[in-house]
């Protein structure tokens, strides 16, 4: 018998001597100081606004910041906080705790990162995710090219509305030996997860934690500009899709060709993977608390209707599992239909009416809607209430991180308001935007964003610090902010498919065991097609505006 697939193991750390990529908190923590510096060094300057509060072009003027030494060593001690609830001063401008106006600090896209984080963790706790992922799996065993088209497509739509990325490291110990079984090489499996996953984050509809933070930061509605991340979306995916299956079919015609050989006993699996292995067990790893996953463990065996499938299979979905996956369904597909501007959408105006039945839901709303839907998924799959309780506590504390990047980001664009040199940035750079045809100018904040999201890995961290300079950049083009939003997390997507900082990637290969180079091999040609015709889309969606 060939020897079954190890067991999912979480990568181990590596040993030895060796640098080690500093986390998002600790470049943004740096950005910070450094910031603080170079705002003596900026000349503080202003620009006239309009009546929408967005800079006028050409009106550009050196004024006193009037910030003594003090009064900055405050701005930088007081930058995480205001950074969360810091409040801008109508007359001044100037950004405090203590301040009468409106609500500067990013205190409600953070509740709305917890909130969506024990969403997501109270779902996976009922297992109704994973397993279902597994039934797809278990069902396509036999059609190979349709396994890696169901499980692309599944990864990106979860990818697009909702960011899903770090959770596809559970899925290794399933789909690895699915794979292997049906004549692929690893490289097939590990780009089925990550460039499925990836596809959908890079061309985000409403993801939270991408098109959501940067189009706070921007301004605008999160449904703004979602026509073109749709379509962007849609054709994306499928070419990345049918790379994938081209190269599986390659592997399985000539194993010679694959790109990262085959292990021992991989060539072995080819069609003999038992139904009851791997693919029968429900994928590890996902995100939930050791007490979440104990007692689903322990509550599974007793779940009414779930008999064995034919075959030794994984165990049908019961009907609990099937409540749960149609109420993440209804939730999400209801947080599109909130936020989406409907009426601009459809009659391609920007300034159009309203209609009547339009929500025009923000962060505050959506917050309020999955904490609410983190009740309702337990209720229905009956967790209990102090089970339910600990999972959205773990679920709010496994998302505090990126939270606390956004308000760390946030603060860094508080200093610069306070020493207001954010204007300074702007007019230095105007005279680049100034006369750039609309299209050029979207690809140059596509491309101008690749180093940074190098440097800065953390999707949220990232729009946070970037947006603020952005977005008044596309009103001096006249390009909507929206193509900016989408050029920015394009950038973002593309470079978190193959730069090692990111632990899906680099997670990934570990866990499928093929070598990080030979992945860069694989997923080169990808990149290069990714790269222009996401030039086209944001050209294009930039000419449109």
Same mark, same amino acid.
């Given at each position: ?110 509740? #709305? ?95 939270? #934690? ?121 939730? #999400? ?107 050029? #100018? ?104």
């Amino acid at each position: 018998m060939p020897s079954p697939e190890p067991p999912f193991e979480e990568p181990a750390p590596h040993k030895g001597a060796g640098l080690r990529f500093p986390s998002a908190l600790t470049i943004l923590a740096i950005v910070t100081v450094a910031v603080w510096i170079l705002a003596f060094v900026i000349p503080s300057g202003a620009y006239d606004r309009n009546a929408d509060g967005a800079p006028v072009e050409g009106t550009y003027h050196r004024v006193d910041s009037g910030r003594s030494f003090v009064d900055r060593l405050n701005d930088l001690f007081l930058s995480p906080v205001n950074g969360l609830y810091g409040v801008q001063d109508a007359k001044t401008g100037q950004v405090g705790p203590t301040l009468a106006g409106e609500l500067y600090g990013s205190a409600g896209v953070f509740l #709305f990162v917890l909130a969506i984080g024990a969403f997501i963790t109270v779902v996976f706790a009922t297992g109704a995710l994973d397993r279902g992922i597994g039934l797809l799996a278990h069902r396509l065993r036999e059609r190979g090219a349709l396994l890696i088209a169901g499980v692309m497509t599944v990864f990106s739509v979860l990818g697009t509305v909702e960011g899903f990325a770090e959770e596809t490291l559970g899925f290794y110990g399933l789909i690895v030996p699915l794979m292997l079984a049906l004549g692929y090489d690893r490289l097939v499996a590990t780009g089925t997860i990550i460039v499925g996953a990836g596809i959908g984050v890079l061309c985000s509809t409403v993801n939270p #934690f991408a098109t959501g933070v940067a189009s706070s930061a921007a301004g605008i509605s999160l449904g703004d500009g979602i026509v073109l991340r749709f379509v962007m979306w849609v054709v994306l995916t499928a070419v990345s899709i049918l790379y994938v299956v081209r190269y599986g079919r390659r592997v399985q015609r000539d194993p010679s060709k694959s790109l990262s050989g085959f292990l021992p006993g991989d060539r072995e699996q080819r069609r003999t993977e038992s139904a009851d292995g791997p693919a029968g067990t429900p994928a590890p790893g996902s995100p939930v608390s050791p007490k979440a996953r104990e007692a689903r463990e322990a509550r599974e065996p007793e779940s009414p209707g779930a008999p064995p499938a034919a075959g030794g299979g994984p165990p049908e979905l019961t009907r609990t599992h099937k409540l749960v996956l149609t109420l993440l369904t209804l939730v #999400f597909a209801f947080m599109i239909f909130s936020v989406v501007p409907w009426s601009s959408a459809l009659t391609g105006k920007a300034d159009a009416t309203p209609y009547g039945w339009e929500l025009g839901w923000s962060f505050p709303q959506l917050a309020a809607l999955f904490l609410v839907a983190a009740v309702l998924v337990g209720v229905a799959a009956r967790l209990g209430e102090a089970e339910l309780s600990s999972t959205i506590i773990q679920g709010a504390a496994d998302f505090i991180s990126p939270a606390l990047v956004i308000v760390l980001a946030r603060g860094v664009t508080v200093i610069m308001n306070n020493s207001q040199i954010t204007d300074t940035v702007l007019h230095s750079i105007e005279g680049v935007v100034r006369g750039a045809p609309s299209a050029l #100018f979207a690809v140059m904040v596509f491309v101008v964003n690749l180093p940074l999201a190098f440097l800065i890995p953390s999707t949220s961290g990232h729009a946070t610090l970037a947006m603020p300079i952005l977005a008044p950049l596309a009103d001096f083009a006249g390009v909507s902010r929206a193509v900016v939003v989408t050029a920015w997390q394009a950038a973002s997507g593309w470079m978190n498919l193959w730069v090692p900082t990111t632990a899906v990637t680099i997670g990934g290969v570990a866990l499928a065991k093929v070598g990080y180079n030979k992945y860069l091999r694989f997923v080169a040609p990808l990149l290069a097609i990714l790269f222009v015709l996401i030039c086209a889309f944001v050209a294009a969606g930039a000419a449109l505006t």
